[in-house]
């Protein structure tokens, strides 16, 4: 990421952090009569993160349109964007209709190689989300955290799936609690050849019964929404554990669902991968990762041919009105003192 890269060819333009740094959120005052989780103070991490991919496999001199999604400061995270370089027609930076996600969407030609280029780079403060500390709700929460999305439905089947006739009792925590379990009881961590997993597709997850962090998730979504409990995605990357500096694979995704008024954390393919997190990762979630967008079947700026994207995290890239999907990743972290 340090500007040497010239696969893009010529014609970048540089974005700088004026602009689009976006202020961290104010976090409300805990109530007195707060569980003594709530009092716990979150561990900090901060570091660099850059983002970066390169497009191939497309024929020399295509013409190609271009979003990627920009990490912007919220509960949990204070985000500068530092830079982000791309080639071709001047950056447009565009505002997601649904959730509020930033992006950025350019278009450019593919380079000789058939290759276009884009890296940007972050300086982010992460903090951990401690249960009872999520961002408060507000008076109104959008009706889009309860209704079906494409690949949530919302209309009992996962329930159904999930934990039979016979619904859970007790107040949201208890029965988001019980579909925390159930989820992570029916789904096994796994990516397996020749299937759909990664779509986020839940009633496809609930009967392969396996899938990875999208798959898990939106399990657990749509049943919360099935029990009218709010609930949401959030999609990102992780940050290693061992603090320096290195590669990251690649994406990673959570849950959110309201209880008393706030947004707790879940990371259900976590505690799958990890059984000794399992207590922990209902309603807490680490420092080590990095928020860039939230939702699904976004409606990007300006709108793809395509329609609506499933979700956001790598670039989203159209040629001749069609989705291309080839590229190369390039994602790294950082620790800062």
Request: neutral net charge; contains cysteine.
């Amino acid at each position: 990421m340090n500007g040497s890269n010239a696969s893009g060819g010529a014609g970048w333009v540089a974005l700088r952090s004026v602009g689009l740094a976006l202020g961290l959120v104010a976090t409300a005052a805990l109530s007195v009569a707060a569980a003594d989780e709530a009092k716990q103070t979150p561990k900090v991490r901060k570091f660099k993160f850059f983002y970066g991919a390169t497009i191939n496999e497309l024929a020399p001199g295509a013409k190609a349109r271009v979003w990627i999604p920009v990490a912007a400061s919220n509960h949990e995270q204070k985000v500068q964007l530092i830079e982000a370089r791309t080639p071709g027609t001047k950056p447009h930076v565009g505002t997601e209709k649904t959730y509020g996600n930033k992006t950025i969407y350019f278009e450019a030609t593919a380079d000789a190689k058939g290759e276009i280029a884009v890296d940007a780079e972050y300086v982010v403060e992460r903090k951990e989300l401690v249960r009872g500390q999520g961002e408060p709700t507000g008076d109104k929460i959008a009706d889009v955290h309860l209704v079906s999305s494409k690949l949530i439905p919302v209309n009992g089947t996962l329930l159904k799936k999930l934990i039979g006739d016979k619904a859970p009792e007790g107040d949201a925590k208890a029965k988001a609690l019980a579909l925390y379990n159930a989820t992570d009881d029916l789904m096994k961590y796994g990516k397996p050849d020749g299937v759909p997993w990664g779509r986020g597709d839940a009633v496809w997850a609930c009967d392969a019964k396996i899938g990875n962090c999208t798959d898990f998730h939106s399990v657990f979504i749509g049943a919360c929404r099935d029990l009218k409990i709010p609930a949401k995605f959030e999609m990102g990357f992780p940050i290693p554990e061992k603090k320096g500096a290195g590669d990251v694979a690649g994406y990673h995704c959570w849950a959110k669902f309201v209880n008393e008024g706030r947004w707790e954390g879940v990371d259900i393919s976590e505690a799958d991968k990890a059984p000794a997190m399992k207590e922990y990762y209902f309603g807490n979630l680490t420092a080590d990762r990095v928020t860039f967008t939230t939702g699904r079947d976004l409606q990007l700026d300006p709108a793809p041919a395509t329609g609506p994207v499933n979700f956001l995290v790598y670039p989203h890239v159209e040629v001749d009105g069609k989705v291309h999907t080839k590229f190369v990743k390039r994602f790294r972290y950082e620790d800062v003192p």
